[in-house]
């Protein structure tokens, strides 16, 4: 209820949005791991891994700082492109759900024909993908030393 203290809705929320969640997580986990999987198989393959591996780094170290650095810079990119569908949610858990979302305005604004709700999340989307490409350009510079931020 609207009346309640704000502790209480607080906490009506959060229960209700376990399930939701959840179900989002598994989706956004399993894709993510498919491509580390996909993406550490390949550059286990690379010449520098053997390199490291012939002189001695054990198998853990070989693994972590070499392998793992440079298959995190492909789910740099990824993750940039991803911030739009974060807040856009799925169209499909709100409608199991009922819950009301940026997905669900997004299909019902289309179904409705409202325009001006659909050019305003179009540019809202839009503007979410830059600021997600910005992200990830910053965030490369951390992942990948020689990449450089100026």
Same mark, same amino acid.
């Given at each position: ?16 949005? %376990?399930? @939701?969640?959840?179900? $989002? *997580? #598994?989706?956004? /986990?399993?894709? +993510? ?5 996909? +993406? ?5 393959? $690379?010449?520098?891994?053997? *390199? ?17 650095? +440079? *298959?995190?810079? @492909?789910?740099?990119?990824? /993750? ?6 974060? !807040?856009?949610?799925? !169209? ?12 669900? /305005?997004?299909?019902?604004? %289309? ?6 709700? %659909? ?7 839009? !503007? /979410?993908?830059?600021?997600? $490409? ?5 965030? #490369?510079?951390? !992942? ?7």
């Amino acid at each position: 209820p609207s009346d309640a203290p704000f502790f209480d809705r607080c906490m009506d929320v959060g229960w209700h949005a %376990i399930l @939701p969640i959840t179900c $989002q *997580t #598994y989706v956004v /986990l399993a894709y +993510n791991s498919r491509f580390i999987k996909a +993406n550490l198989e390949e550059v286990v393959r $690379q010449d520098y891994i053997r *390199t490291a591996r012939a002189k001695g780094a054990g198998p853990w170290r070989v693994l972590v700082h070499h392998a793992f650095r +440079n *298959t995190l810079i @492909p789910l740099v990119t990824l /993750l940039g492109l991803s911030l739009p569908a974060l !807040v856009g949610g799925s !169209v499909i858990i709100e409608q199991i759900f009922t819950w009301p979302g940026m997905g669900r /305005l997004f299909f019902e604004s %289309i179904r409705e024909r409202d325009y001006p709700t %659909i050019m305003g999340l179009t540019l809202m989307f839009s !503007v /979410l993908t830059l600021v997600g $490409q910005l992200l990830a350009d910053i965030l #490369y510079s951390i !992942v990948d030393p020689r990449v450089n931020v100026e």
